[in-house]
Every structure is written in C-alpha cells, then in structure tokens.
C-alpha cells in the first residue's frame, strides 16, 4: 500500500489495517522461522507497511492538536 492510499483512508481504517499488519507479521515470523517461507522480502515490506500506517496515525495526531 502506497503512502497516498494509506492517506484516503479513515482512522477506523487505519487501526483494522494495522492489527492486520501485526497479525500477518506474526504469521511471517512463524513460517520464516519453519522454513515455509518462499519470498524472504515480505517481512522487509510488511514492517514498512506499518511503519506508513504509524506514520499517517501519528501525523493526524499532531494535527488535531
């Protein structure tokens, strides 16, 4: 998800995408630590797609004050 798409979406959008995103990094670690992992760049690109959401949550924060 791009920065842009992160930005459309609402707070409530932001939190569910976010537990998504720890719950898929979860998943990740287990099937990398049983060698059931086909594409060993998906925890790279998970943790920066959270770290964009964290992003756009903290910026709304700063916004409102």
Do not use: C, W
């Amino acid at each position: 998800m791009s920065i842009s798409e992160t930005r459309a979406l609402t707070d409530e959008q932001l939190h569910e995408e976010l537990a998504k995103s720890y719950q898929d990094m979860m998943n990740l670690r287990f099937r990398a630590a049983t060698n059931q992992l086909p594409n060993t760049n998906l925890p790279r690109l998970l943790r920066r797609s959270i770290a964009r959401l964290k992003t756009v949550m903290r910026e709304r924060q700063l916004v409102e004050g």
